[in-house]
T-cell receptor
């Protein structure tokens, strides 16, 4: 069975600094990895996904994520954080079978001006 | 208009009452899902349906039932609500086939059981 771990409940970063939100996963076979963002009182919005190919995936709002197979990680990154990036971020994974996405517990990102 | 619409958006109900959350989508997707969000627990899958004739239990299906009335409609019922079912519920959809397909979420339904 697949699983996702987001080791940090909260990440604080100053505006303009780079940010990283961590995610590690466990699946049988090839992983299909996703990042979603949730703003207050809203549903989850898709940011980016890794299916195959280039290990560095670029997504919405300037975010990117790096797939590292040896470390089973898929960390979300942004070179320069904005206050408006403050939100709850979810990593999710599915295996190569016909199974639904499994989500991590979420990491709350707070960008301080 | 939203692609995935959930009703009601907010509901307070009493313990033991039956409550139904409805979901409709205009994306033309075959697959639909119900997730539950609790603080510190992330999103957990309740039920999912890959087409109108297909219903599958998720991680936390006990105390819930679902109905797939049409390709575009997927409802979640709590037959006898209890306080620990107080949560934010999300409906979601995705295309058929292709393990990389993205899931699209509704805006959520806040349910409080008192």
């Amino acid at each position: 069975a697949q699983s996702v771990a987001q080791p940090e409940d909260q990440v604080n970063v100053a505006e303009g600094n780079p940010l990283t939100v961590k995610c590690t996963y466990s699946v049988s076979g090839n992983p299909y990895l996703f990042w979603y963002v949730q703003y207050p009182n809203r549903g989850l919005q898709f940011l980016l996904k890794y299916i195959t190919g280039d290990n560095l995936v670029k997504g919405s709002y300037g975010f990117e994520a790096e797939f590292n197979k040896s470390q089973t990680s898929f960390h979300l990154k942004k070179p320069s954080a904005l206050v408006s990036d403050s939100a709850l971020y979810f990593c999710a994974v599915r295996d190569s079978g016909n199974t639904p996405l499994v989500f991590g517990k979420g990491t709350r990102l707070s960008v301080i001006a | 208009d939203a692609d995935v619409t959930q009703t009601p958006r907010n509901r307070i109900t009493k313990t033991g009452k039956r409550i139904m959350l409805e979901c409709s989508q205009t994306k033309g997707h075959d697959r639909m899902y119900w997730y539950r969000q609790d603080p510190g627990l992330g999103l957990r899958l309740i039920y999912y349906s890959f087409d109108v004739k297909d219903i599958n239990k998720g991680e936390i299906s006990d105390g819930y039932s679902v109905s797939r009335q049409a390709q575009a409609k997927f409802s979640l019922s709590l037959e006898s609500a209890i306080p620990n079912q107080t949560a934010l519920y999300f409906c979601a959809t995705s295309e058929e086939g292709g393990t990389g397909n993205t899931i699209y979420f509704g805006e959520g339904s806040w349910l409080t059981v008192v």
